[in-house]
């Protein structure tokens, strides 16, 4: 049962507080963009698919409230600029997650159009608009089980056969999962694909330091999920490589992205590449598995990419329930300093990894590698019309050949939800 971030009825969105995984599974309530946005730079909420997502539902949701208690503005004008308020406000929570951003301006594109409507009202310009944020989130999903069937699929066709059991491990870093996402994943949904395919053996995950996405979070949905997976640290990666690689069959490493710029550089959680690095020396392959959404064609290098800085208590502080005999004690959570008091401190949240270094970069579309002169091209994904597979029908569906270095690959798509606790707001 794949886990769910986001719980969205029209007019309710509930977000898993993904600061309290993996001890405690609770929901917050998001009513409106002011929710959003602090639960998206207190890191509540994080990934970038899941961040586009819940900022666009969070303004759906307000509009919605305000339409329900007859506070919606009557013109069609004043609601589009409201829009476009809420989202310019909602973009600055995380800078470097092009999503968001990419998420606004189609959204904005949306209320304007309803507003240039002869018979627009406000309610038409408010209901376009919660219309077309649902269909994000249905979109997404498709999208991330696309993914993931293109990624293993590629995988299996480009490394060197099976090794035992006849079965394939990876390496991933951070988390990409369904907490990441609106569902399923992108790189870690590559590692789903290859499970349901009976073709993974071990799936190894850094703990992603200084935040530990993957221990706490990466760790809790291949468990939950009972996917045969495996933690090491940051700096344990070279080892694995060196010494496991041929008898654990370890062929790919496989990273999500937050913004992948027009030549293919890719921006994603530090560490990402220093792991690049150690695919190329190591033999194995490098793949970046992101949605159309993240690739910035406006962005021409990983030098134009704005990395966020975050403060220094995450690297000096770890914060956790104590631990009894082995057990987690929630009654008892304590922030722990393991550094000197004032000490100076550098916590890039990202890292750029150089397209020469990237294998291939996995969408929904399809593969796109490199051409005959060596570098990406990501024209081709974005003409003509996109097919997608329906959630959880199981139907197959063959995707079109669209320009040079984009290989296109069939794929069939689940989708399963499972239901946790949930928790009231509380005031930020």
Known sequence: MVLEAIKYTRGTLETLDQRQLPHETYYDDIEDTRDARHAIKDMRVRGAPAIAIVAALSLAVELTSLHEKRKLPAGAEDVKQLVEEKLDYLVGSRPTAVNLMDAANKLKKVSEDAAGNAEATGESVQMAYVEASERMLVDDVQDNEAIGEH???WILKNTEGYGPEGKVSVVTHCNTGSLATAG?????????????SSHLHVAYYTETRPYNQGSRLTAYELKHEKIPSCLITDSMAAALLNTKRRSMNIVAIIVGADRVAANGDTANKVGTYSLAILARHHGV?????APRTTIDLSTKSGKDIIIEERPKREVTTVTGPRDVGGFADQDHIETVSIAPHGIQVWNPAFDVTPATLIDAVVTEKGVVEK???GTFSFDGLFEGPISNGSAGNGQAVEMAMVGDGLTILSHNTTNHHDHEHKRKREDE
């Open 184 to 196: 399923y994943g992108t790189a870690l949904g590559i590692v789903r694909a290859l499970h349901a």
């Open 151 to 153: 990624g293993a699929a």
């Open 371 to 373: 051409g005959p002169k």
């Open 285 to 289: 392959k490098f793949l970046v598995a």
